[in-house]
């Protein structure tokens, strides 16, 4: 079996079509829109962007919108001019769980249109591809209603995408210009039940695809990347040279740290419209959680090191049967994004020297496997055995570091493009670090609602409710990656525990 990694390097087999314009670097052309300027809310003096704070939904103006809008468009454009040549656009991922580029470059255009017909900021007979709006309507988890066999379907052409975004771009300005929350020209309370609602839901729609995206494009082979130069850079450690390849702990990566909690009570789920929220966010729980302890850091690839040289993914035993499954089929032997003998680390854009005390990047099925492992090196049986941390543990320490007035450093909202060092930044005042951002945290709650009066919003009400099976698991605290609302301790995001997300974990046990 091939693990994840050859798998990615092998070629692909795609008919193309000749769109030669998309090999290299983007001329100004490429932008959906504006293309960005250092005089453009979110874009620095030397042309990258990043990512502007979420609107305040209490007081939304037609220019603050329009700002957040158009910097979701640059980073999404920014984005895709990282995929280079056509093999790039129709190559599907390696593991069979997700479209080719070319459906997610159409796929935000199709959401906003849609979602502004719903909501009445446009007419049916405003849309400008009403076949691509079908065509590019859903894709992301593979769920009975994906139709993953259209990948094999000829898509439209890149060009013909193009324009259609360029088309779309512009229909988003009139719904906005029309918005009835807008309309006397002062700032305008936004809430579920308001037209507006619309527009905000699908430009952080967007930025979630931006990060989707950003982990599909990870996953494809080297020579179809190529560098992104209107969005940061990765991490400045990214830069050091690999010393070992048996990498110490304490020296080369920090020991895991296990600091005890007494518990307490925990206000989980959005209390009101401060800012946009995913339905399955509102709510009012009141969780009570036992004493616990929890490491002060993600688990790093170093640790990983030492649960593969231990034979971890060899051994069957430390492997739930679902995630033995798993492993056995994909052929995996170490995290999917370590290369070259497991000496370099692949990012969004580039490979580096592997870094030992950064986050390891891993599945769910993987994070419970090393646990399980480490249990048994620790001797922790039993209660004491570890585990993943559940969601109400990791929004308690949150909550008592902001209300100690240090929440720690956060590498979120694309400021890097990579994770970082695990104490690379400031810690919380509980003494934890990456509390919010760098990886997504692996919980131990499948996802559900917050309560009872949990409703789907009519807009969208395939988002979160047919995920409350069981099977799609909780994703804590942002990443490098995630931007608008996505970046705060609020969201609730969710996959199967055989997704790949920008997502590691922190070890937990129950005290």
Not at 168 to 192: N, Q, W
Not at 359 to 384: I, M, Y
Not at 442 to 465: K, M, Q, V, W
């Amino acid at each position: 079996l091939l693990g994840s990694s050859q798998l990615r390097s092998a070629p692909g087999c795609v008919p193309l079509r000749g769109e030669t314009w998309l090999q290299g670097p983007r001329d100004s052309g490429w932008w959906s829109d504006r293309a960005p300027e250092p005089s453009m809310p979110g874009v620095a003096p030397d042309g990258r962007i990043v990512a502007l704070p979420s609107l305040d939904a209490r007081a939304v103006t037609a220019c603050a919108a329009r700002s957040y809008i158009d910097n979701a468009w640059l980073i999404d454009d920014a984005l895709f001019a990282s995929l280079d040549g056509e093999e790039a656009w129709l190559l599907p991922a390696w593991h069979g769980l997700r479209r080719p580029q070319a459906f997610y470059y159409g796929h935000n255009a199709a959401f906003y249109t849609n979602k502004l017909v719903m909501a009445g900021l446009l007419d049916e007979s405003e849309r400008v591809r009403p076949d691509l709006d079908v065509l590019f309507e859903m894709g992301v988890d593979e769920n009975p209603w994906d139709d993953m066999s259209r990948n094999e379907s000829p898509w439209p052409s890149v060009e013909e995408v193009h324009g259609y975004r360029r088309a779309t771009r512009e229909l988003i300005d009139r719904a906005l210009d029309r918005a009835p929350e807008l309309a006397g020209g002062s700032p305008a309370r936004v809430d579920a039940r308001s037209p507006l609602w619309a527009l905000l839901m699908a430009v952080e729609h967007q930025r979630i695809h931006v990060e989707t995206s950003s982990v599909l494009i990870r996953e494809m082979p080297n020579h179809l990347v190529q560098t992104a130069p209107h969005l940061a850079c990765a991490h400045p450690t990214a830069a050091r040279p690999c010393v070992t390849a048996e990498p110490v702990a304490g020296r080369d990566f920090p020991d895991v740290e296990m600091l005890t909690h007494c518990g307490g009570t925990v206000a989980l789920g959005r209390r009101d419209h401060a800012e946009f929220g995913w339905d399955l966010e509102f709510g009012a729980q009141d969780a009570a959680v036992a004493p616990f302890a929890l490491s002060s850091t993600l688990v790093t690839n170093g640790d990983l090191a030492a649960f593969i040289a231990a034979g971890g993914y060899a051994e069957q035993r430390f492997w739930s049967i679902e995630g033995w499954d798993w492993r056995s089929r994909s052929g995996a032997c170490a995290p999917t994004f370590w290369e070259e003998g497991n000496l370099d680390l692949r990012l969004c854009f580039e490979s580096v020297p592997m870094q030992w005390d950064w986050p390891a990047v891993v599945n769910r099925h993987e994070a419970q496997a090393f646990l399980a492992w480490k249990s048994g090196v620790d001797g922790a049986v039993g209660r004491d055995a570890y585990r993943l941390p559940t969601e109400a543990e990791l929004a308690l320490v949150r909550a008592e570091a902001t209300a100690a007035g240090q929440p720690g450093g956060a590498n979120t909202g694309l400021v890097y493009t990579s994770e970082s060092p695990v104490r690379a930044l400031e810690p919380a005042a509980t003494g934890h670090h990456d509390l919010l951002g760098s990886l997504w945290e692996h919980c131990n709650d499948a996802i559900g609602p917050l309560d009872a009066t949990f409703e789907a919003h009519p807009l969208y009400r395939d988002f979160s409710e047919p995920a409350f099976d069981g099977r799609h698991f909780v994703l804590s605290g942002a990443s490098f990656a995630s931007t608008g609302t996505y970046a705060g301790a609020a969201t609730r995001n969710y996959f199967r525990p055989h997704f790949f997300q920008h997502a590691g974990f922190r070890v937990a046990r129950t005290l």
